[in-house]
């Protein structure tokens, strides 16, 4: 499978421990990006990376959340202390570079905070 | 930053009628606009994109229109069938973002 991939698919953790997940884009693709996506919205925009650069983070990014690439290739994504409203679906999407390239997105991580 | 309205949130249509969604973005410098068609419990997948140098563009049964003027494109969906309901999402691309914003989506029920 080239498609994106993603690691774990669910996650289950109380309150106040951090979790970790992992994102493989598909290999030739320079750009990958986090996105939050809660039950009935639509993706909601966290952060990009270009090759090993974070380029864009948004203000939905609080402290508490980090993301690295660190050789250009896979990414992570890290929440520290977690909250019962980090619970959505987070997926990781990858692009080539170019205005009107396409998203491919994985299947995404399911957090649930208890 | 950009703002990307979508309408309606739930539509639901009898199996081979049509169906259109709506949407409407705030930064005059968008100029990619995606289509993605997300099942329950998968990933969103890209179903049409229309670039900002077009009007119209149509895949089978599909077709999405873009008025740059007015700031609103649509999904065109003909002959719907079952295998067509889902969550579809808009998203748009502004100028010099990289960045895709994304609409609240809108359930699509295809009815026998």
């Known amino acids: 499978d080239t498609g994106v991939s993603q690691d774990p698919r669910h996650k289950i953790t109380k309150r106040g421990q951090n979790v970790t997940f992992r994102c493989d884009p598909i290999?030739?693709?320079?750009?990958l990006y986090w996105y939050r996506q809660t039950l009935g919205q639509g993706p909601e925009f966290l952060t990009y990376?270009?090759?090993?650069?974070?380029?864009?983070k948004s203000r939905l990014l609080s402290d508490r959340f980090s993301a690295e690439r660190p050789k250009g290739s896979f990414s992570t994504l890290e929440i520290q202390r977690t909250e019962q409203g980090d619970s959505a679906m987070y997926l990781c999407?990858?692009?080539?570079?170019?205005?009107?390239?396409?998203?491919?997105f994985g299947n995404g991580t399911r957090l649930t905070v208890t | 930053g950009e703002n990307v309205e979508q309408h309606p949130s739930t539509l639901s249509v009898q199996e081979g009628d049509s169906a259109v969604i709506k949407c409407t973005y705030s930064?005059?410098?968008?100029?990619?606009f995606p289509w993605y068609k997300q099942e329950l419990g998968k990933r969103p997948q890209l179903i049409i994109d229309?670039?900002?140098?077009?009007g119209e563009k149509k895949d089978q049964r599909i077709a999405v229109t873009l008025n740059k003027t007015a700031k609103h494109f649509s999904l065109h969906i003909t002959e719907t069938q079952p295998e067509d309901s889902a969550v579809y999402f808009c998203?748009?691309?502004?100028?010099?973002?990289?960045?895709?914003?994304f609409g609240t989506g809108t359930r699509l029920q295809v009815t026998l």
């Open positions: 930064d005059s410098a968008s100029n990619y």
């Open positions: 290999s030739e693709h320079n750009r």
């Open positions: 999407a990858s692009t080539r570079l170019g205005l009107d390239s396409p998203l491919h």
């Open positions: 229309i670039r900002s140098n077009v």
């Open positions: 990376f270009q090759n090993e650069a974070q380029l864009e």
């Open positions: 998203a748009a691309r502004g100028g010099t973002a990289s960045k895709l914003t």
